[in-house]
């Protein structure tokens, strides 16, 4: 279109003064953006930026209000995703997209399966599949079913079924929200090959040092609109936080000293059905702030359900403030003032379809139902709009379905819940998963005034600052099993993670 320099190839896709509004949320105002091949295109930006609203526009998902897009500087409309795919545009969700109930195969080709003699070829699907999931390193048999992946294992089948349409322009939603550093790496090295071979890569993150890893080049946003673009050599920690939310946050949030007093939470030989072979001991008193570390798949979450008591463990007893929970009843875990915000919002945490407001007062409303009471809809209206204020939830307003919201601003709902109610002890998974740096430091302010005023926590988190900076103890997991437990000067990551990777106690000093 314009006289580009002849350096810089041309862009495959261009997005041209778009603009979308929810009802009373102007998403997206004037922007516009040019994707090039061989390039990694960063967008980054605070939680309901307009971020995922963006990329659902160039994938097909979503219609502008008014600008346009073009491909290879041709106007188009895309008013599907198949019609996006045609033009050799793919995403990958926020939220993960596939079909747990068919096989991999099927998820790669659905909705376009060879056929031959008029009915679907089973055998091409398998020899197909078997061709892009080997281009993804993904060493899965096709009739896998989806269901029975780990969520890094989807993210690959999702990218197989991309490069399976011939994907030119590859658009990556938080891909790595979910993955070990080790998934994490190998993800890095498919990116890095598919940008050599020349597709462009659009990728979302709130992890920076990602951003800095991987992107030839950034967009901020910021409100819906442009802040600032920057090249390769401009890309720092700094240059992104300050367009992203105007001020200088600091990487690693400062913790005010407190008092830590009697035991409240007390969990005694409890076995797990993932590990029963392991017995779990551990400890949470009253104001501590105990970090659980450990790789992906060393059983933490498995460990927070059975103390909550959503899972039934094998052995073992739990008791909070010296009396014994019944085993694998939550109920009576959130009565006795026992809470867990979970890992997966989409599939423990939240009501997608129903209000933030009712959201917020769901743990309350079966304590409401217990006591026989009618809902009390003044003291739901009254702790929605307390959480909204404390948490900065970013809504239009409290009636708004909470699945209108953007992925960190939902997790914000889900940490709101479990606050409403005042719990004695918190139990929280990956408290601040997809959330952006500003709300980090919001979620990690409240975690710290819980504590001052008495609240046990005990938080499983994959990430090495936020373990480090907010513990008072880290207990360290491998394989279902306490590989041992650091205190004040013994947390350091190294420790950690002689620890995490199955090493005892012993080679560190502790
Ligand atoms: N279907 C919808 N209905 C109403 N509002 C919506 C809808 N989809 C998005 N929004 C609103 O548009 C704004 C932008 O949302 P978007 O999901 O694009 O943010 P994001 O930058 O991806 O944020 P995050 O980092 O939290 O994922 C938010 O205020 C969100 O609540
Ligand atoms: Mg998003």
Not at 268 to 280: D, E, F, I, M, N
Not at 380 to 394: F, G, L, P
Request: proline share 4%; with cysteine.
């Amino acid at each position: 279109m314009s006289d580009a320099q002849p350096t810089s190839s041309a862009p495959v896709l261009e997005v041209e003064d778009v603009t979308k509004r929810f009802g009373g949320v102007q998403a997206l105002r004037g922007v516009s953006l040019a994707i090039r091949p061989g390039r990694v295109h960063a967008v980054i930006g605070e939680n309901g930026a307009g971020k995922s609203t963006l990329m659902k526009i160039m994938a097909g998902v979503l219609a502008p209000d008014s600008g346009r897009l073009l491909v290879d500087g041709r106007p188009v409309e895309l008013r599907s995703v198949q019609a996006a795919l045609g033009h050799g545009i793919a995403l990958i969700h926020q939220e993960l997209n596939l079909c747990d109930n068919l096989d991999v195969g099927a998820n790669i080709f659905l909705g376009r399966e060879p056929r031959r003699w008029g009915t679907i070829d089973f055998a091409a699907i398998g020899q197909d599949a078997k061709k892009y999931l080997d281009a993804v390193g993904l060493n899965v048999p096709p009739d896998t079913l989806v269901g029975e992946l780990t969520i890094a294992q989807q993210q690959l089948v999702e990218i197989a079924k991309a490069l399976s349409v011939g994907g030119r322009v590859l658009i990556m939603d938080e891909p790595t929200s979910s993955l070990s550093q080790r998934e994490v790496d190998a993800l890095f090295a498919i990116i890095d090959k598919l940008r050599d071979e020349g597709a462009a890569i659009v990728y979302i993150s709130h992890r920076l040092a990602e951003v800095q890893r991987l992107a030839d080049e950034v967009t901020v946003l910021r409100d819906g609109e442009i802040a600032g673009r920057l090249q390769r050599h401009e890309i720092n920690h700094d240059s992104l936080v300050q367009l992203m939310v105007g001020r200088d946050i600091s990487q690693f949030y400062a913790r005010r000293p407190h008092e830590v007093g009697e035991p409240v939470l007390e969990v005694r030989g409890l076995r797990t059905q993932a590990w029963p072979q392991h017995a779990v001991d551990l400890t949470v008193r009253r104001g501590e702030m105990v970090g659980l570390a450990g790789l992906v798949g060393a059983g933490r979450s498995e460990l927070l359900r059975a103390i909550f008591g959503v899972d039934v463990p094998v052995a073992g007893h739990v008791r909070l403030h010296g009396k014994l929970l019944p085993t694998g009843r939550c109920r009576a875990a959130i009565e006795a003032g026992l809470a867990l915000v979970p890992e997966d919002r989409k599939q423990q945490g939240l009501i997608l379809p129903m209000a933030v407001r009712t959201n917020i007062g769901l743990p309350g409303l079966a304590r409401h139902k217990i006591a026989g009471a009618i809902l009390n809809r003044r003291r739901e209206a009254e702790d929605t709009r307390r959480m909204i204020d404390a948490m900065r939830i970013k809504t239009s307003s409290p009636r708004q379905a909470v699945q209108n919201l953007s992925g960190g601003n939902q997790q914000k709902v889900v940490i709101g819940k479990w606050l409403a109610m005042d719990p004695w002890c918190l139990l929280l998974d990956e408290p601040t998963r997809g959330v952006d740096i500003g709300a980090k430091q919001e979620i990690y302010r409240l975690m710290e005034e819980l504590a001052e005023r008495g609240v046990a926590i005990l938080f499983a988190s994959s990430e090495m600052e936020e373990v480090i900076s907010m513990s008072d103890l880290v207990v360290v997991m491998h394989e279902g099993q306490v590989m041992g437990e650091l205190v004040g000067e013994q947390i350091t990551e190294e420790a950690i993670m002689h620890l995490a990777t199955g090493n005892t106690a012993a080679t560190t000093g502790v």
